[in-house]
């Protein structure tokens, strides 16, 4: 029988600081994001899917650029039981396709500027697309605005699939990882226990979320750990060396 704190955001929420307005992320630009903005705002994008019609199990093909409400529109298919397929914002008309095809998704949510692209690619089923932007714009936010934020997390079962994660294809054509809540559960409490994560911890978040270093691992540290984020839109040199003084804790790749 499924339960409810087997769904990984139910992980997440129940280590949420209990005064809701703490600051979750912030930008280099000054802008601040509570966790009460994270729980509102998953919660209308997944009162939005229910509103779609999309189903427990359906899988949400991804290709957008870093941005909170990027972030928010993974916990949002967490809470919803859908599956979360991210790819890398860089890849072209031809990569999309296959992995449109190969992963059948219900619903594809791309940048405004490739909808036309996306929307003209050839789908195994009926797939509306969805655009979202990196200013809190585009169709899916529109959308959602009068969505109510008042969303019950999906139950979920430990081995109920959560991310459809695909390898660079080194060896062939990329494969799909099945990861399920169960695996991102027990990966982020080992990190956070080994690492010894609590709330008053400052993360500098530089990392891309389209794959595990920086979704499952950095923010997923975070939002286990009810601990705090500058995110960065990308890595940048100089204002990686101005934020660090301010952060207990760097990930990143040599």
């Known amino acids: 029988v499924a339960r409810s704190d087997d769904n990984l955001f139910s992980r997440f929420a129940e280590r949420f600081p209990t005064e809701t307005a703490t600051v979750l992320l912030e930008t280099p630009t000054g802008q601040r994001y509570s966790y009460a903005d994270a729980l509102a705002a998953s919660g209308r994008l997944a009162s939005y899917f229910s509103k779609l019609g999309l189903q427990v199990g359906d899988r949400v093909t991804i290709q957008v650029s870093k941005s909170p409400e990027a972030l928010w529109l993974y916990l949002a298919c967490l809470r919803a039981g859908l599956v979360y397929q991210p790819l890398n914002d860089a890849y072209g008309q031809e990569e999309m396709a296959y992995f449109i095809g190969n992963a059948e998704p219900s619903l594809i949510v791309c940048d405004p500027a490739n909808q036309a692209i996306i929307a003209g690619l050839p789908k195994k089923r009926d797939c509306p697309v969805r655009t979202l932007g990196t200013n809190a714009d ?44 169960g695996n991102l559960i027990a990966n982020t409490e080992t990190l956070i226990s080994a690492w010894r994560f609590t709330p008053d911890d400052r993360l500098l978040h530089a990392l891309p979320i389209f794959h595990a270093h920086g979704l499952f691992v950095a923010a997923g540290c975070a939002l286990m750990g009810g601990a705090r984020m500058v995110f960065l839109p990308r890595f940048d040199v100089d204002t990686v060396i101005g934020q660090l003084p301010r952060c207990t804790v760097m990930m990143g790749v040599p």
């Not at 109920?160 to 799909?176: C, E, I, N, R």
């Open 138 to 181: 585009g169709s899916l936010i529109e959308a959602s605005r009068s969505c109510t934020p008042e969303f019950e997390t999906t139950a979920r079962n430990h081995d109920d699939l959560a991310v459809l994660l695909y390898s660079s294809g080194t060896t062939g054509k990329p494969k799909g990882a099945m990861l399920t809540h």
